[in-house]
Structures are given as structure tokens and as C-alpha cells.
């Protein structure tokens, strides 16, 4: 597929441009994923990438299962031209994508804060919620709580001098809960806008540059000197600052002979990598999308007969859940991962494991169809 060209959106109202990286063979199975789940525009494909237009935030952008890792993208287009110039003359044209149009690197690194402010903006609304929620049942106890005090202190008006000093020490105690509560809930709202408030000056945004180069770009040049170049045009354009450890921003360079595509990971955990699988087995992504070629619908019976570590049935369960799963093996240590593996993600209750063997089940099926030996000599006495 031919290259050109390209650049980011406008803004996140008018769509982003993203790019994600697939394994090989998986670019179709992207392609109908972002679509579907992203509502996704002007979508195309080179070998090993996807790139596409979307709205989406970012939890939203989380929940791509064929994907690799995401990236927002910055510049794609043609490939550097390595000849017999000399090195200098190539650096300078490395160089040119940061200096031959900087409006593309503020309009993408914009885009890319709006994302994370508006990120943390959700947290901190959904914490807020979830406060309010905490308050209002602390009410509704505490309402309980004074009106059993008030038919005690009736039915034992002997005691009203001990329930008045118990009612006082209560009242102690949730004034100092609610002040409690209170500095957690700053502290929280402090934590939600740190990323946002630390990348809001451009001056104080540190960054390092990670790169792949392959074909003729990889045989003349390292990934160490591409990266030193861009870094420097960077430091001098932008005035950012390089921190190899532990940058802000990360930018990633792909250069090769078909494109250069330029982009920031959007998350520093590549969406491939799945919290919810314990011990990896088949890659998460190649697991989806067999799964995906099941056609799995709601009620339906789906058995994997060799399950190995489940991570077929933990992508389907997942996505679908439905769906009554049953995994089977012959290998105790196998089960072991797998069932390791459903109490993590908590999905126990949702696949039944068997250990069986599909060889021997085979095996005895073949010798019940077979004939006989007294059968093969009646064969042969008539024959």
C-alpha cells in the first residue's frame, strides 16, 4: 500500500490521528476493531501499522484487543533517501521533520495533554461520585445511629446522663471522620491532575526519543545516532529537556525504505500486555482474534480442547461473557496456570476446566470402528 503524507487532527473534537502497531496478519483484524469499537474514520494500513481517525478518550482507546501499543500520531510520510551523500547531509533532512513544520509537533503534543487532562478530569469526577456516594451512606448510618440513641434514652430515662456522654464521644468521632474524608479527598484530587499540571509548561517538559530503523536507513545509520540527531533538533527547537529515565513525553521515530512515521505512545504499558492474564501462554492478541473468528453469540457453548494456559478462553470470556466456556487438557501443570489465571482475572465462575485427553478419546473411537481379527479372517476366507 502507498504512503503519503500525513498529519494529526485538528483537536480531539474534530479526531486525533492514532496509529497502532500489529503483528504480522493482524492489520485486517485491527482495521474492523477500531471501526467498530471506536467508530473509527480514514483508516488504512502498512505492513506492521494501522492508522486511523477517532474521538475517542482514552478508556475508550484501552479496550483495543488486537493492537500492540498505541501511538498519536505526529508525521508519516515518505522514506528518508539514504544515498552516497555524506552523513551530515542525511542528518540534516532527519532533522527537517522537526524544523520543516513545527505546527504539526505543538498541534500533536497539544492534543496529547487534552487527553490526559481530560483523563484525569473523568478520575477525579468518578471519585467524586464515588465520595458522594460514601457520604450519603455515612449520613443514612448516622441518622439510624441518633434515632436508636433517642428511643434508648426514652425507654432509660435512668441513664440519660451515661447516653449523653456516649452521644458527645460519637459525635467526637464523626467530626473526626469527616475531617478524615475530607484531606483524603483533596489528596485525591491532588493525585488526578498531577500528570496534566506537570506537562501544562512546555519549558519544564522533558522528553527522550526512541527509535527503530531498518532497510537501508538501519545498514548506514544506528537507532542511538538517529535519536541523538532528532534529540538535539528537538532540545534547540522546542527547548525541551532530554531525561532518559523518566521522561514526560516519549517520542518514537520509525524509519525505513517504504515510510517515516513519527508518533508519542499514549501509554507507557502496551495495550497488549493484559492485567487480567496472570502467566502469558498465546499472545493476548492472536488469542482475541482467533476467538473473534468464532463468531461467538450470546447463549452459545464454546469448548477449547486444548486449552494450554486459557488465554483464548480468558480473551473470549472477556469480550463476550455470555457465553458458557469450557477448557480442556491433558496436562495437570497447564490446568494449574490456567486456573491461576481465571482467579486473576475473576473469571472462575465463568470457564469450567477438564482434564481429558483428545488423543486417547480418538484413539479409542478409531479402535471401536476398526474390525476385528476374526472379522479380517472371515474377509479374507471369502475373498
Known amino acids: 500500500?502507498?504512503?503519503?503524507?500525513?498529519?494529526?487532527?485538528?483537536?480531539?473534537?474534530?479526531?486525533?490521528?492514532?496509529?497502532?502497531?500489529?503483528?504480522?496478519?493482524?492489520?485486517?483484524?485491527?482495521?474492523?476493531?477500531v471501526r467498530a469499537r471506536l467508530a473509527a474514520t480514514q483508516v488504512e494500513y502498512i505492513s506492521g501499522k494501522v492508522f486511523f481517525t477517532t474521538c475517542s478518550d482514552l478508556n475508550m482507546l484501552k479496550e483495543l484487543k488486537s493492537a500492540e501499543r498505541l501511538f498519536l500520531l505526529i508525521k508519516k510520510q515518505f522514506p528518508l533517501i539514504v544515498s552516497?551523500?555524506?552523513?551530515g547531509k542525511i542528518f540534516n533532512e532527519m532533522q527537517r521533520l522537526i524544523n520543516e513544520d513545527p505546527g504539526s509537533w505543538l498541534n500533536a503534543i497539544s492534543i496529547w495533554k487534552n487527553l490526559l487532562e481530560l483523563n484525569a478530569k473523568k478520575e477525579k469526577l468518578s471519585q467524586r461520585d464515588d465520595n458522594q456516594l460514601k457520604r450519603k451512606v455515612g449520613e443514612n448510618e448516622i441518622i439510624i445511629a441518633k434515632k436508636l440513641k433517642i428511643e434508648q434514652m426514652q425507654k432509660i430515662e435512668e441513664n440519660r446522663d451515661c447516653q449523653l456522654g456516649k452521644q458527645i464521644e460519637e459525635q467526637t468521632l464523626e467530626q473526626r471522620d469527616f475531617t478524615t474524608k475530607r484531606e483524603n479527598f483533596q489528596e485525591g484530587f491532588q493525585n488526578d491532575t498531577e500528570i496534566a499540571t506537570?506537562?501544562?509548561?512546555?519549558?519544564?517538559?522533558?522528553?527522550?526519543?526512541?527509535?527503530?530503523?531498518?532497510?537501508?536507513?538501519?545498514?548506514?545509520?544506528?537507532?542511538?545516532?538517529?535519536g541523538k540527531v532528532i534529540g538535539i533538533a528537538l532540545m534547540k527547537?522546542?527547548?525541551?529537556?532530554?531525561?532518559?529515565?523518566?521522561?514526560?513525553?516519549?517520542?518514537?521515530?520509525?524509519?525505513?525504505?517504504?515510510?517515516?512515521?513519527?508518533?508519542?505512545?499514549?501509554?507507557?504499558?502496551?495495550?497488549a500486555s493484559r492485567a487480567y492474564i496472570k502467566t502469558a501462554g498465546l499472545r493476548s492478541t492472536i488469542a482475541w482474534a482467533m476467538a473473534s473468528l468464532a463468531d461467538i453469540k450470546a447463549g452459545a457453548f464454546v469448548l477449547d480442547p486444548m486449552c494450554g494456559l486459557?488465554?483464548?478462553?480468558?480473551?473470549?470470556?472477556?469480550?463476550?461473557?455470555?457465553?458458557?466456556?469450557?477448557?480442556?487438557?491433558?496436562s495437570d501443570s497447564q490446568l494449574l496456570g490456567t486456573w491461576d489465571n481465571l482467579k486473576a482475572a475473576g473469571l472462575e465462575d465463568k470457564i469450567e476446566l477438564l482434564q481429558v485427553s483428545v488423543i486417547d478419546e480418538e484413539t479409542e473411537a478409531g479402535i471401536s470402528q476398526s474390525p476385528t481379527a476374526s472379522e479380517e479372517e472371515s474377509q479374507m476366507q471369502a475373498v
Open 237 to 271: 527547537h522546542f527547548g525541551w529537556k532530554a531525561d532518559l529515565r523518566n521522561p514526560k513525553l516519549e517520542i518514537f521515530i520509525h524509519l525505513n525504505d517504504i515510510y517515516s512515521v513519527v508518533g508519542i505512545p499514549v501509554f507507557r504499558v502496551p495495550l
Open 198 to 226: 506537570d506537562t501544562r509548561n512546555q519549558n519544564d517538559l522533558t522528553f527522550r526519543v526512541s527509535c527503530r530503523c531498518s532497510g537501508t536507513v538501519g545498514k548506514a545509520f544506528t537507532a542511538q545516532e538517529v
Open 84 to 87: 552516497s551523500v555524506s552523513k
Open 1 to 33: 500500500m502507498s504512503v503519503a503524507p500525513g498529519e494529526p487532527g485538528s483537536g480531539p473534537e474534530a479526531g486525533a490521528r492514532f496509529f497502532c502497531t500489529a503483528g504480522r496478519g493482524l492489520e485486517p483484524f485491527l482495521m474492523r476493531e
Open 310 to 330: 486459557g488465554t483464548i478462553l480468558l480473551e473470549a470470556a472477556k469480550e463476550w461473557p455470555d457465553v458458557y466456556y469450557v477448557g480442556a487438557d491433558v
